[in-house]
């Protein structure tokens, strides 16, 4: 069941397993997800497993941690501005059966992204099983992060530079930090085509890690490698006998 709110009232709600909040904001006025909009929703639909929340704006981070607990399995946080450390270190100690475990954020501000993770690392509960983040850059920080913080993972990383990446870019070191990804089957790293549109500091030496370290993967969506040829694309496919999905997007040097 969807529940859409917006500035002219609510839709009817009845008990259901999945709720997806979308909030809109008009081009006449301003309207925000506030504490006592998603408190009168969630007491309508107490057990509610699967939560998408997609909105504008923020007026404060209780709007958000109120919310959480132990039912919520599938969590799903789109356009948030203002995601804070206080939101996701609630996700992490109050979100303990995120076990379907879905955990999706957009625009999300990388530094911090990285602080939650060392402090998730300590949670013993926490056993995230399936990231997906939509970030400014990748890079090798984020990524070996990642690894060593959430080992068993379904792992889906998107970024949209505003500008060229430099030194903060992934490079063929950030790959060989998935073999601490032990169970890793899903894996999808995506360069946006808008405005940088390729990884330009990663080669065949980076699909090369990846086929050595990660031979059970089942699904594979490579998207802006341009410096890797059909020999690093190969190689996953030659080394990943359980691959059911492999996608390659805007990859030049890719013969047809």
Not at 3 to 12: F, T, V
Not at 23 to 51: C, D, I, Q, W
Not at 155 to 179: Q, W, Y
């Amino acid at each position: 069941m969807v529940w859409a709110c917006d500035e002219e009232g609510y839709a009817p709600i009845h008990t259901c397993e999945r709720l997806v909040l979308d909030v809109f904001r008009r081009a006449t006025g301003g309207f925000y997800l506030n504490e006592e909009t998603l408190k009168h929703v969630m007491r309508r639909v107490p057990g509610a497993k699967s939560l998408t929340i997609e909105c504008l704006q923020m007026r404060n981070d209780s709007s958000i941690i109120n919310i959480l607990g132990e039912h919520i399995e599938d969590l799903s946080l789109l356009k948030c501005s203002h995601l804070s450390y206080d939101i996701l270190r609630a996700i992490g100690e109050r979100c303990p059966n995120l076990s379907l475990q879905k955990l999706k954020l957009q625009q999300t501000d990388v530094p911090l992204f990285v602080s939650w993770l060392d402090a998730v690392r300590k949670i013993p509960c926490f056993n995230l099983r399936s990231l997906s983040l939509v970030v400014d850059v990748i890079s090798d920080n984020l990524l070996i992060t990642v690894m060593h913080s959430l080992p068993r993972l379904e792992l889906d990383l998107e970024d949209r530079p505003f500008m060229e990446p430099s030194v903060r870019d992934m490079t063929n070191i950030g790959l060989p930090a998935l073999k601490f990804c032990e169970c890793l089957i899903v894996l999808s790293i995506v360069r946006s085509e808008r405005n940088y549109p390729s990884f330009k500091r990663v080669k065949n030496i980076g699909m090369f890690h990846v086929s050595e370290r990660c031979r059970r993967l089942e699904s594979v969506k490579l998207g802006g490698f341009a410096k890797v040829t059909e020999a690093g694309y190969s190689s996953i496919l030659h080394s990943c006998r359980n691959l059911k999905k492999f996608e390659v997007l805007t990859s030049p040097l890719l013969s047809d």
